[in-house]
């Protein structure tokens, strides 16, 4: 083969956790008799709440395909890269084994959120529930001692949100000393690394949810509100992000040298439900990157996620730019063109035969 497949998960595969009938048939023309895919294939989530491996054993089942982890990127996968980081002590936020996450990634002094708030109760007190002693707090938390924080690493929505918005504030505020007061002259603040930018995402529900975009959208006003300044962001990571499409190729790559395929990989078919990640973000890579890579990046639109052919931008933009609403986040810039997709197909069956037929590709 001589071209390869980017699938996006969530609203293209499953809706939370039910999956899109047409996913199993498409994989069951992806793979020969013996379970062995006949195309370098990457799924590439934005979700950053679990391990490859997890995610990879959740694919498989619903697929009924075999899945490894080296087929599977997630939104926080490119921070392996981020090595100057790897040694220091890092705030983590998000949900799920946080942890476990940051150490396969190379973090070796991860500190979650919930670990900063035990360690500092005083600073948590929008829930009148969980406030501390203060008395108690105020002498034994003098004594705890915490690593300076010199990076805070965003993996994914929170569950409370009024903890992490607190305490992330308070060490962007406190060069990293949360607890002590607050000093608006250290700007810019310490890094800030981001994984998942998306404003929604589809579930079961009918209407898209609130995604780790809208959290950032929080996180940023509540920074400006209070010193009038722009949080800025060391590296944002996930779709439409250029380092998202860099790595996705690399691993796309690594599976055709793997399976000693000596055709080049000319074409990428990013396959994807939302016009402010997958399709702005394959024509991103498309526009400004293919050049410098070796392969072309093609978008191809499903219509079983977020993506609604009667309610999106429309597709001619030309004479509604001032009309179309952005979901994509702040530090991206609207093109029209590049949240119009290469192709649109009912769902991800139909995309899977239109790259057969555009590629001349005969399992």
């Known amino acids: 083969p001589s071209f390869g497949f980017l699938f996006d998960i969530d609203g293209v595969l499953v809706r939370g956790k039910t999956p899109i009938p047409a996913a199993r048939t498409a994989f069951q023309k992806l793979v020969d008799s013996q379970g062995q895919f006949l195309v370098p294939v990457v799924f590439v989530t934005n979700a950053g709440n679990c391990l490859r491996q997890k995610k990879a054993d959740q694919l498989s089942h619903l697929l009924g395909v075999p899945i490894s982890q080296d087929q599977v990127m997630m939104s926080h996968s490119p921070l392996r890269m981020f090595k100057r980081y790897h040694k220091k002590c890092v705030l983590v936020s998000g949900q799920g084994p946080l942890l476990d996450i940051a150490q396969d990634l190379g973090f070796c002094q991860p500190i979650t959120i919930d670990t900063l708030r035990e360690k500092r109760p005083l600073l948590d007190a929008v829930d009148h529930d969980r406030r501390p002693n203060v008395l108690w707090s105020v002498k034994n938390s003098m004594t705890v001692v915490i690593v300076v924080l010199t990076a805070v690493v965003l993996f994914g929505e929170p569950v409370r949100w009024e903890t992490s918005l607190q305490l992330i504030i308070d060490v ?140 999106e931008v429309p597709l001619d933009t030309r004479d509604s730019i001032t009309e179309a609403v952005f979901h994509g986040h702040r530090d991206f810039r609207f093109d029209p063109g590049l949240v119009e997709p290469d192709h649109i197909v009912p769902d991800v069956d139909a995309a899977v035969d239109l790259v057969f037929q555009l590629e001349n590709f005969a399992p």
């Not at 722009?230 to 860099?246: H, V």
């Not at 439900?273 to 400004?288: C, F, I, P, Q, S």
């Open 172 to 311: 962007l505020l406190t060069s990293g000393y949360p607890g002590n007061p607050y000093e608006q002259e250290n700007y810019p603040h310490i890094p800030v690394l981001a994984c998942n930018m998306d404003l929604m995402w589809v579930a079961e529900a009918q209407s898209p949810r609130f995604g780790h975009g809208t959290f950032m959208v929080c996180l940023e006003n509540i920074y400006k509100k209070i010193t009038g300044k722009d949080l800025k962001y060391e590296a944002l990571m996930g779709k439409p992000s250029r380092l998202t499409y860099q790595y996705a190729e690399h691993l796309i790559r690594a599976q055709a040298l793997q399976r000693s395929w000596e055709q080049p990989i000319l074409t990428l078919y990013a396959v994807g439900d939302n016009l402010m990640t997958d399709v702005y973000g394959a024509n991103l890579w498309e526009k400004e990157l293919a050049s410098a890579a070796a392969a072309h990046c093609r978008s191809v639109l499903v219509c079983t996620g977020v993506y609604n052919p009667h309610t």
